[in-house]
């Protein structure tokens, strides 16, 4: 593996981390999490940082965290869904690194996503309206990462056999 990093962005439930884990495994790198390391370091939940302390901290946290794991290397990065929405973080992360955007359909997130309470941005009443609505915002920035899987139809060790023979 000729690369730094390599690094999943993504909408949530995409795969990143299912995905993330075994591309790691398989190419022995390091697996992060990229919404673990914010979570250990607020001390505190994701829904309790947004509740308590607003997106913009959480956005300032993750920041944080890009500009620390892009001084590494040999990472399996799994971004959070919204690191895309900053353009340094993409540069940042993207330096000698490999960048994979993963997708799905609308419908395939909210099946993946919907027992999950841990997602603050995805607690409305319309699960799939918020999930169109989000991925319509943010589609020119995923869109910009040049390799694109869509893991819509894709078991886990597919998208993983994609991603190592890339
Ligand atoms: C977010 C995605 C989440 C998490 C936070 C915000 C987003 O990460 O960072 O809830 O803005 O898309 P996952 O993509 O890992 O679920």
Same mark, same amino acid.
């Given at each position: 593996?000729?690369?730094? $990093? /390599?690094?999943?962005? =993504?909408?949530? =439930?995409? @795969?990143?981390?299912? /995905?993330?884990?075994?591309?790691?495994?398989?190419?022995?790198?390091?697996?992060?999490?990229?919404?673990?390391?914010?979570?250990?370091?607020? @001390?505190?939940?994701?829904?309790?940082?947004?509740?308590?302390?607003?997106? $913009?901290?959480?956005? *300032?946290?993750?920041?944080?965290?890009?500009?620390?794991?892009?001084?590494?290397? =040999? +990472?399996?990065?799994?971004?959070?869904? @919204?690191? /895309?929405?900053?353009?340094? $973080?993409?540069?940042?992360?993207?330096?000698?690194?490999?960048?994979?955007?993963?997708?799905?359909?609308?419908?395939?997130?909210? =099946?993946?996503?919907?027992?999950?309470?841990?997602?603050?941005?995805? $607690?409305?009443?319309?699960? +799939?309206?918020? /999930?169109?609505?989000? +991925? #319509? *915002?943010?589609? #020119?920035?995923? %869109?910009?990462?040049? %390799?694109?899987?869509?893991?819509?139809?894709?078991?886990?060790?597919?998208?993983?056999?994609?991603?190592?023979?890339?």
């Amino acid at each position: 593996m000729a690369y730094k $990093n /390599i690094v999943l962005f =993504g909408f949530m =439930g995409t @795969g990143k981390t299912c /995905i993330g884990k075994e591309v790691a495994r398989k190419l022995d790198m390091t697996f992060v999490d990229m919404d673990d390391l914010v979570v250990g370091r607020a @001390g505190k939940t994701i829904p309790q940082i947004f509740s308590e302390d607003g997106e $913009n901290h959480f956005r *300032a946290l993750e920041r944080q965290v890009v500009v620390d794991l892009s001084r590494q290397s =040999g +990472l399996v990065i799994a971004t959070g869904g @919204g690191v /895309i929405k900053n353009a340094e $973080n993409v540069s940042d992360l993207g330096c000698d690194g490999l960048e994979i955007c993963l997708t799905a359909k609308p419908d395939i997130i909210l =099946g993946r996503v919907e027992d999950d309470t841990s997602r603050p941005l995805l $607690n409305t009443d319309d699960r +799939l309206v918020t /999930i169109k609505a989000l +991925l #319509h *915002a943010r589609e #020119h920035l995923y %869109n910009s990462i040049p %390799n694109q899987i869509d893991t819509s139809e894709m078991t886990v060790d597919e998208a993983v056999e994609k991603i190592v023979t890339m």
